[in-house]
């Protein structure tokens, strides 16, 4: 399975762009890198996800190196909501038996100050 | 439309009794997953169902542990004893049909056990 690096912590102020890093050097050609937060006291929800080209939706913008040796998850205005443990998920074992589990790793705590 | 919901949100037993956790996925999803996290690690993996049929278990930690999904709906994670390191939270999370890692997981609140 291909592995992911992520910054311990990061911070932000709120209305200020947040970029958050993943390493993931050992990623196959096919494989997506998926980010999920988890806030304070919930479960995880889904963020974002891509292959090799930068993706925009409503709640960030995933931006992949050329290499898709890593990518930057992008907050363009935190917000105090944006506080939260932040995971670049690598594919796990895509097309075996376990397609479609989710390998969590320690992620980054964004913390948002007002 | 009604998000996975778990129950109970909260348990506390003592060491050597049975729990059952409770999960209700999104209403047609039929891929359903266990994850846990024990405290100070991270969030892993328990198992995957694909409607009632269990397509991967290779999470689960020990024959202790026993999921099932009946009819395909919702999912119960029995723990039968508990010992003091199953302590932690327990997400469930549903996915549409198609069980890829193109389809996004949407996760419950949790239940959290504390074994005494």
């Known amino acids: 399975d291909a592995k992911t690096t992520q910054p311990n912590s990061m911070e932000s102020n709120e209305e200020e762009p947040v970029h958050l890093p993943c390493n993931h050097s050992t990623i196959s050609g096919t494989d997506y890198i998926h980010w999920y937060r988890q806030l304070p006291s919930q479960g995880p929800e889904y963020v974002i996800h891509g292959l090799t080209s930068n993706v925009n939706n409503r709640m960030a913008s995933l931006a992949i190196a050329e290499d898709r040796k890593s990518s930057t998850l992008i907050l363009h205005r935190a917000t105090l909501r944006d506080a939260a443990v932040y995971y670049c998920?690598?594919?796990?074992?895509?097309?075996?038996?376990?397609?479609?589990?989710?390998?969590f790793g320690q992620g980054t705590i964004l913390t948002v100050h007002p | 439309e009604a998000g996975v919901t778990q129950f109970p949100s909260h348990s506390v037993i003592e060491k050597g009794q049975t729990v059952t956790l409770r999960c209700d996925p999104i209403s047609g999803h039929d891929n359903l997953y266990w994850y846990r996290r024990v405290m100070g690690k991270e969030i892993k993996f328990l198992l995957h169902f694909v409607k009632e049929s269990k397509q991967d278990e290779s999470g689960m930690p020990n024959n202790r542990f026993l999921a099932e999904r009946t009819g395909g709906t919702y999912s119960t994670l029995k723990v039968q004893p508990a010992e003091l390191e199953d302590s932690g939270v327990y997400f469930c999370?549903?996915?549409?049909?198609?069980?890829?890692?193109?389809?996004?997981?949407?996760f419950g609140p949790g239940t959290r056990l504390t074994v005494l």
């Open positions: 998920i690598p594919p796990s074992n895509a097309g075996g038996t376990s397609y479609g589990k989710l390998t």
């Open positions: 999370a549903s996915s549409q049909a198609g069980g890829s890692l193109l389809s996004e997981q949407f």
